[in-house]
């Protein structure tokens, strides 16, 4: 569902405690509501987090739903979780695979993959509802142009922590002592955490950067409220603890280590240089990246027409 056509979030000034405060634009696509948070024009990237969506909640009426149409990545994984509904993932490796709250799909688009993402005819049959978060995640140089590939994860394989009121699913990555089964090409930390009112939960300490992204509720942070729809960046070294507010609170929470170096972004492509970002907009505009998504072959996105955006450790400038 990426579209980089969508103005980027604002950046208020932070409160002690937190480094930055990031508030996400709204972006409408044809009746149901997109949220970004990254990339922002202060901050581009959470560790290798580049991107990161919410979509919904929303609901379609009988006979709608999410159709978008077969496009091209390169340099990056697509990570997608969902907290309501189901979408029907293709791509050109062949993979046909739905999922539904709590699964992970995670694409590595590595040198070069299509897919489409849309809603199954059965779910169609009636009024339903989509809710989740869709977030990039750059690749490391020396796996830019590794070959593409596509894993599932059913929720039940992802590990669960409860304590202290705190239910966290661990989504990919290592932390809290525990670890996820997605194989990741650098090292990060995802996950998913539901508070019961007033329950604590810190942050990673050994991770270089880390942000939280409020989705219900609100949380507390050295003594300062935030509501839902904030994606709070916290400051490298400090220790830091999230607190929920009275109706609890529900957090995704993301980080890792710096990228190793500056990225450049164009529609849905991310590259350590222009030169690759080039390459792939004249092999999508020639013949698709001869990338054809199998059940879905009479449709593709075109290239876009816009400027091609560097980014330097974190700093967008165009």
């Known amino acids: 569902m990426s579209n980089l056509d969508a103005a980027a979030p604002d950046c208020p000034e932070p409160p002690p405690g937190v480094e930055l405060v990031l508030i996400p634009r709204t972006h409408d696509i044809g ?3 997109v949220r970004r948070a990254l990339p922002a024009q202060q901050r581009q990237m959470v560790g290798p987090f580049i991107f990161f969506d919410q ?3 929303g609901e379609f009426l009988t006979g709608k739903g999410v159709d978008v149409r077969p496009h091209p990545h390169i340099g990056l994984s697509t990570v997608t979780y969902l907290f309501e509904g189901e979408i029907l993932h293709r791509d050109s490796l062949g993979t046909e695979q739905a999922i539904a709250p709590g699964d992970v799909n995670w694409m590595t ?3 070069g993959i299509s897919h489409s993402e849309r809603t199954a005819a059965q779910r ?3 009024p339903h509802r989509l809710s989740g978060i869709q977030s990039w995640v750059a690749l490391p140089k020396a796996h830019e142009e590794t070959a593409p590939a596509f894993v599932h994860h059913p929720s039940a394989t992802l590990p669960v922590l409860e304590d202290g009121g705190v239910r966290l699913r661990l989504i990919a990555g290592t932390g809290w002592g525990a670890q996820a089964p997605v194989q990741t090409l650098s090292e990060l930390f995802y996950a998913d955490a539901v508070l019961a009112p007033g329950a604590g939960l810190p ?3 050994g991770q270089e950067e880390r942000g939280a992204f409020v989705m219900d509720g609100e949380v507390e942070v050295a003594g300062v409220r ?3 729809g904030r994606m709070l960046v916290f400051r490298a070294g400090d220790r830091v603890s999230l607190k929920a507010g009275p109706k609890g609170a529900r957090l995704l929470l ?3 280590a710096a990228m190793d170096g500056p990225r450049y972004l164009f529609w849905n492509f991310v590259a350590s240089s222009r030169e690759r970002i080039e390459e792939a907009k004249a092999a999508w505009a ?3 990246m001869g990338l054809v998504v199998p059940g879905d072959e009479q449709e593709w996105i075109p290239l876009p027409e816009r400027k091609v955006v560097r980014a330097a450790e974190g700093t967008p400038t165009s």
């Open 55 to 57: 979509m919904g909640p």
């Open 203 to 205: 942050m990673p300490d």
């Open 109 to 111: 688009s590595g040198r």
């Open 31 to 33: 009746g149901f509501e």
């Open 286 to 288: 020639r013949d698709r």
């Open 254 to 256: 993301l980080g890792g």
């Open 226 to 228: 935030f509501e839902a």
């Open 124 to 126: 169609r049959a009636g």
